[in-house]
């Protein structure tokens, strides 16, 4: 996303985790970027975050919500305390984000793109946090669409279906899958021939975080290969 919005004439604000990774990224992107490390599950980073945008870029446009954990836990090892850190960076930091945000934006009758995940819908058994937490942003999303748009601010989710990052192909490595997993998945997974690609999803947030979107606010869409409606995921 950062790399095709810088494409198309916006500067954008990195935030992550990894500096190194933030620091490689932003070399590549030059003066249209800046970089700001810090861990969303701390409730005071997204005032942080801001601050940093403001700094850096001269105020805000739009804010994308694309942190997230998914690490794995079914109804079993589903502890509170992981539960909670969970919720605080996917679901949390994105309203805290978008409270630190706020006035930025409704001087610039800017947008929010909210990254969200298909399995809001019901998800899998050993996704039940993640998916809550996603299920959570998307109410969070048509709850702020509507007490935002008179103040002039868009807010939209797109659900992303199963998208072959490089952080999804180090898990299937890690779980032991071999090195052609990806041609081994069943069609149902794959009906186009492959995975959604990352490049993909970014050509769709330009869409949702552009003027070309607006007056659109409150939608949620799926960035998927088939219909979420009607779906029989075992056929």
């Given amino acids: 996303m950062a790399r095709l919005f810088v494409a198309e004439g916006a500067q954008v604000l990195i935030h992550g985790r990894n500096s190194s990774a933030g620091e490689a990224l932003l070399s590549e992107l030059g003066e249209s970027a800046a970089l700001h490390i810090d ?8 005032s942080r975050l801001k601050d940093a945008a403001v700094a850096a870029l001269g105020g805000i446009d739009a804010v994308v919500n694309n942190a997230a954990v998914s690490t794995r836990g079914t109804i079993e090892t589903t502890s509170a305390e992981f539960f909670d850190k969970l919720i605080a960076t996917n679901l949390r930091a994105p309203m805290l984000l978008v409270q630190s945000a706020l006035g930025e934006l409704v001087k610039a009758r800017g947008v929010v793109l909210n990254i969200g995940s298909v399995l809001a819908y019901c998800g899998l058994s050993n996704l039940l946090a993640y998916s809550i937490s996603k ?13 935002l748009s008179a103040r002039g601010v868009r807010v939209n989710q797109m659900n992303v279906g199963w998208t072959l990052t490089p952080n999804e192909v180090a898990l299937q490595r890690s779980q032991g899958q071999a090195e052609d997993w990806l041609e081994q998945l069943p069609e149902v997974f794959r009906p186009s021939g492959g995975l959604l690609l990352p490049e993909e999803i970014a050509e769709a947030a330009l869409y949702w975080i552009s003027p070309a979107s607006r007056p659109i606010t409150g939608s949620v869409f799926e960035a998927e290969q088939y219909p979420i409606i009607g779906r029989i995921p075992l056929s």
């Fill in 39 to 46: 861990d969303l599950s701390d409730p005071e980073a997204p």
């Fill in 135 to 147: 299920g959570g942003l998307m109410t969070m999303t048509r709850n702020l669409a509507l007490s």
